[in-house]
C-alpha cells in the first residue's frame, strides 16, 4: 500500500505560480510511476503529468506544457508539479497518483493509489 497525501495548494492570480508536493508512505516511490491529475468542478478528472520510476521520461497534457514541470525526489519519497504562468483555466482539485511500474509510463488512467487532492483556484 502507498498513502499519498498533497500540499501546497492555495489562491494565486492569473500569471503566477504555485509548487505541488506529494509525500509518500509506505513504499519506496522509486518503483512507482507517478502522475498528477485535476479535476474541475463539474467536470471528470483529467490527466496532467506523469514520470517514470527513475525521473527520466515525463508526459505532460497539451494545455500545461511548458508551464507545469513534473519532477521527483526519490530519496525523499517526494513528487512535485511546479506551476507557472497559471490561468484561470487551471482552477481544479489536484490529485497525485502512483502505480507500481518500471521504466517508461503506463496509461493515464492506470494509477493504482489516489491522493486525497489539494485545490488550486487561480482568480483573473
Known amino acids: 500500500q502507498v498513502q499519498l497525501v498533497e500540499a501546497g495548494g492555495g489562491l494565486v492570480q492569473a500569471g503566477g505560480s504555485l509548487r505541488l508536493s506529494c509525500a509518500a508512505s509506505?513504499?519506496?516511490?522509486?518503483?512507482?510511476?507517478m502522475a498528477w491529475f485535476r479535476q474541475a468542478a463539474g467536470k471528470e478528472r483529467e490527466f496532467v503529468a506523469a514520470?517514470?520510476?527513475?525521473?527520466?521520461?515525463?508526459r505532460y497534457q497539451d494545455s500545461v506544457q511548458g508551464r507545469f514541470t513534473i519532477s521527483r525526489d526519490n530519496a525523499k519519497n517526494v513528487v512535485y508539479l511546479q506551476m507557472n504562468s497559471l490561468k484561470p483555466e487551471d482552477t481544479a482539485i489536484y490529485y497525485c497518483?502512483?502505480?507500481?511500474?518500471?521504466?517508461?509510463?503506463?496509461?493515464?488512467?492506470?494509477?493504482?493509489?489516489w491522493g486525497q487532492g489539494t485545490q488550486v483556484t487561480v482568480s483573473s
Open positions: 497518483a502512483a502505480k507500481a511500474y518500471i521504466s517508461g509510463l503506463p496509461g493515464h488512467y492506470a494509477y493504482d493509489y
Open positions: 509506505g513504499r519506496t516511490l522509486s518503483l512507482y510511476a
Open positions: 514520470i517514470s520510476n527513475n525521473g527520466r521520461t515525463t
